[in-house]
C-alpha cells in the first residue's frame, strides 16, 4: 500500500494506524505548503487534491480519513480497532466524524490557514481567532466524552488515533493548553510504539 501524506496533517493519523497493522506500506510526501497536491502527478491519483490518500494493494484509491480509518480497522478484525455492535460503531462513527468535520475542519483549518477563509487580509486575525474558539470548544467536548477512559471508547480505536492528531496540533502548532485527561492521553498515545514508528517515519520525531 502507499500512503500519500503530508508531515504533520491529518494524514498522521492514517500513519499511525498503518503502523499498527503492521503490514508493509509506502509512504509518499505530497508537499502541501509547495502546492504539490493540485500538480500533476498527485492530482491525476486524487482530483480530490488532499491527503491522506490511500492506495491499496489491488490499486485502487481510497480517500476521506473516516473512509480510510473504517477500511483499515475492518480488514483487521483481530486488532479490535472497529469496537463491535451496532451501538458502539455508531458512536465510533459520531465522534471521528465529530473531530474530522467540527474541530479539524472548522477549527484548525481556520488557525491554520485563515487566508483560505477570506479574500481579505485584515479578516484573517478574526478568522484564526474564531478556529482557536471552536478548537477550544471542541477539546472541552473531547474531554467530556473520554472522561476518565484510557481511550475514547474505553478500548482503543481508529478514533484515538485521530485524537492524538487533535492533540498533537493543540500542543505543538496551535499553543492550546489540553484538558488534563486528554494531555494524559496525548502522552498514552506518544508511549504506543506504532505512533512512535509514525511520527519518526514522517520527521516529526
Same mark, same amino acid.
Given at each position: 500500500?502507499?500512503?500519500?501524506?503530508?508531515?504533520?496533517?491529518?494524514?498522521?493519523?492514517?500513519?499511525?494506524?498503518?503502523?499498527?497493522?503492521?503490514?508493509?506500506?509506502?509512504?509518499?510526501?505530497?508537499?502541501?505548503?509547495?502546492?504539490?497536491?493540485?500538480?500533476?502527478?498527485?492530482?491525476?491519483?486524487?482530483?480530490?487534491?488532499?491527503?491522506?490518500?490511500?492506495?491499496?494493494?489491488?490499486?485502487?484509491?481510497?480517500?476521506?480519513?473516516?473512509?480510510?480509518?473504517?477500511?483499515?480497522?475492518?480488514?483487521?478484525?483481530?486488532?479490535?480497532?472497529?469496537? !463491535?455492535? &451496532?451501538? =458502539?460503531?455508531?458512536?465510533?462513527?459520531?465522534?471521528? +466524524?465529530?473531530?474530522? $468535520?467540527?474541530? /479539524? *475542519?472548522? #477549527?484548525?483549518?481556520?488557525?491554520?490557514?485563515?487566508?483560505?477563509?477570506?479574500?481579505?487580509?485584515?479578516? !484573517?486575525? &478574526?478568522? =484564526?481567532?474564531?478556529?482557536?474558539?471552536?478548537?477550544? +470548544?471542541?477539546?472541552? $467536548?473531547?474531554? /467530556? *466524552?473520554? #472522561?476518565?477512559?484510557?481511550?475514547?471508547?474505553?478500548?482503543?480505536?481508529?478514533?484515538?488515533?485521530?485524537?492524538?492528531?487533535?492533540?498533537?496540533?493543540?500542543?505543538?502548532?496551535?499553543?492550546?493548553?489540553?484538558?488534563?485527561?486528554?494531555?494524559?492521553?496525548?502522552?498514552?498515545?506518544?508511549?504506543?510504539?506504532?505512533?512512535?514508528?509514525?511520527?519518526?517515519?514522517?520527521?516529526?520525531?
Amino acid at each position: 500500500m502507499k500512503l500519500f501524506y503530508f508531515p504533520g496533517a491529518c494524514s498522521v493519523a492514517i500513519d499511525i494506524m498503518l503502523e499498527e497493522i503492521g503490514k508493509p506500506f509506502e509512504r509518499v510526501k505530497v508537499d502541501l505548503a509547495k502546492g504539490e497536491q493540485f500538480k500533476g502527478e498527485f492530482i491525476a491519483i486524487n482530483p480530490k487534491a488532499k491527503v491522506p490518500a490511500l492506495v491499496r494493494d489491488d490499486g485502487t484509491l481510497l480517500t476521506e480519513l473516516p473512509a480510510i480509518a473504517w477500511w483499515l480497522g475492518k480488514t483487521n478484525p483481530t486488532l479490535g480497532m472497529i469496537p !463491535e455492535g &451496532a451501538e =458502539a460503531e455508531a458512536r465510533l462513527l459520531e465522534v471521528l +466524524d465529530y473531530m474530522v $468535520a467540527t474541530v /479539524h *475542519m472548522r #477549527g484548525f483549518a481556520r488557525i491554520f490557514g485563515p487566508a483560505r477563509f477570506t479574500p481579505t487580509a485584515a479578516d !484573517e486575525p &478574526a478568522i =484564526a481567532q474564531t478556529g482557536r474558539d471552536i478548537a477550544t +470548544d471542541g477539546l472541552k $467536548a473531547l474531554s /467530556h *466524552m473520554l #472522561g476518565a477512559k484510557p481511550y475514547l471508547l474505553g478500548t482503543y480505536s481508529v478514533a484515538d488515533a485521530m485524537l492524538f492528531c487533535i492533540e498533537f496540533w493543540s500542543v505543538g502548532r496551535a499553543q492550546i493548553k489540553l484538558p488534563e485527561n486528554l494531555a494524559a492521553h496525548f502522552e498514552r498515545m506518544k508511549a504506543r510504539p506504532a505512533v512512535a514508528r509514525a511520527l519518526a517515519g514522517e520527521g516529526l520525531a
